[in-house]
């Protein structure tokens, strides 16, 4: 795990990360719906991580390459990350010379973690090590592990709950070499009780969590009465880095439901970054919102508005029906490397919105391409006969900014609300510059439902960079 010279594949900069070569292999986590379901009368098979070739020059492009099984069914495996990254060449890194060779993926149900060996063949990693449940409440007082981010002291890892299951949610910090959780990060967490994503400004030494909501609000499904009373999270929550303490709560409003993903510019001199919102209240929208850094204060404010669709009520799951509407669900947002361009996926209208954000107060619709969907099930030009269900979910750009790749699966038993027919897992890839989907490249994962991608060598949601 750790080289005597700088791993190739970190950079002091974005500017710098976006000369990368292309990326070969991407990374799919999926999860097998069966193990989730109420027929229990067969054991089940694992999650997977499947490998990808996505190099055009190879004569296995856009196939599975190879799929890791976990040896325990249910994990219900959701976002993972790097266990290294270009953080690591930042001037308060620990182990500048760490290596990217292993995937840290957590259990979003189970709370298991598995450590993935990426080496030494990438295209049939290994599991390496396995962090039980019983382990890890025991040592952070966290469950339901989620978001990933190697930093420059040790690998962060966000959880929706505490120990028995409940609130609050919050943050551990895993060692970089044992990869043994060291216990909860926050010292003050002040208000903040729902968590989800986090990330941060780390030359400002500013950490900045979102909210969805406890495991009882989520596990089995949206909960419709806590949704109308505006329960779920709406709170964007600032944070000292180094001290690990609370500093100020950005509230939304509880119009708006479900503040989840965190973006912030990658530019380590840009004092801004964007909070996608799931759904609101008043009529059914999804919403992002800039934070910002104004007279030595932070700020947060809405600068896209999605609006949701007329649809037929028989055309939509129950849960929709009395609205007939159907929502965007703004479920995951990603920012090119650049910091020029923020994509925005709409996993109940089925589509993919293109921003230019170069001014990040007024983002510029460029784009949209459809894909799936609630209602129009819109189809790939690779199988145009075939109505596609799910639609846009997690979003990864390459580092080079050209290539887009795009899951469908958001969460099983919220799959399950909003796309009751059931979803049948895909993988597609989007050429950036003209933004169209590429039409050779349509994955399929017959029996599994795939989450979040990981591109060899980095990708423009995991490293964190300290130099302009």
């Not at 909960?223 to 303490?245: E, N, P, T």
């Not at 799910?390 to 050209?402: A, F, L, Y």
Request: one cysteine or more; hydrophobic letters at 35%; a negative charge.
């Amino acid at each position: 795990m750790m080289n005597w010279t700088i791993d190739p594949t970190f950079y002091p900069s974005a500017r710098l990360a976006m000369d990368a070569p292309p990326e070969k292999l991407a990374y799919v986590v999926a999860f097998n719906p069966k193990a989730l379901s109420s027929d229990h009368s067969t054991k089940e098979r694992g999650d997977v991580l499947a490998v990808i070739d996505v190099d055009p020059d190879s004569k296995s492009y856009s196939q599975i390459l190879s799929l890791l099984e976990m040896p325990y069914s249910g994990d219900e495996l959701h976002h993972y990350g790097w266990n290294a990254c270009s953080s690591a060449l930042c001037p308060n890194a620990l182990y500048p010379q760490l290596e990217r060779r292993y995937l840290i993926v957590p259990g979003l149900r189970s709370s298991r973690i598995y450590i993935i060996d990426t080496k030494p063949d990438p295209k049939f990693p290994s599991i390496s090590k396995i962090i039980e449940p019983e382990t890890l409440m025991k040592r952070t007082g966290y469950s339901r592990p989620h978001t990933v981010h190697c930093g420059p002291d040790g690998i962060y890892i966000s959880a929706l709950g505490n120990n028995k299951g409940e609130g609050p949610g919050g943050i551990f910090v895993m060692d970089h070499f044992s990869f043994e959780p060291l216990g909860m990060w926050e010292i003050d967490r002040g208000p903040q009780y729902y968590a989800y994503d986090f990330w941060w400004h780390i030359n400002q030494d500013i950490l900045l969590s979102s909210e969805w909501g406890t495991p009882p609000m989520i596990e089995n499904g949206v909960v419709g009465s806590l949704l109308m009373d505006g329960q779920y999270g709406h709170s964007l929550h600032v944070w000292d880095l180094r001290k690990r303490k609370h500093l100020k709560a950005l509230d939304l409003g509880n119009e708006y439901q479900m503040a989840l993903e965190v973006r912030p510019a990658h530019d380590p001199r840009k004092l801004y970054g964007f909070l996608g919102v799931v759904i609101s209240r008043k009529d059914l929208s999804a919403s992002v919102w800039l934070w910002f850094k104004e007279k030595n204060d932070w700020q947060i404010k809405k600068v896209i508005e999605i609006p949701a669709l007329k649809a037929n009520p028989e055309a939509l799951p129950s849960l929709l029906q009395p609205f007939g509407m159907v929502p965007p669900l703004v479920t995951d947002i990603d920012l090119s490397l650049d910091d020029k361009y923020l994509y925005v996926s709409c996993w109940g209208t089925g589509e993919l919105h293109k921003y230019d954000v170069s001014d990040p107060f007024h983002p510029v619709l460029e784009g949209c391409i459809k894909i799936g969907g609630i209602v129009a099930r819109t189809p790939h030009p690779k199988a145009p006969q075939k109505p596609l269900l799910g639609g846009p979910q997690m979003v990864e750009i390459s580092r080079d900014g050209k290539r887009i790749y795009l899951t469908n699966s958001l969460y099983w038993a919220w799959d399950e609300q909003f796309y009751p027919a059931g979803i049948e897992g895909w993988l597609v890839k989007i050429k950036a510059e003209s933004f169209e989907l590429e039409k050779d490249f349509f994955v399929e994962f017959p029996g599994f439902r795939p989450h979040q991608v990981r591109l060899q060598g980095g990708d423009s949601s995991t490293d964190s960079f300290c130099f302009p």
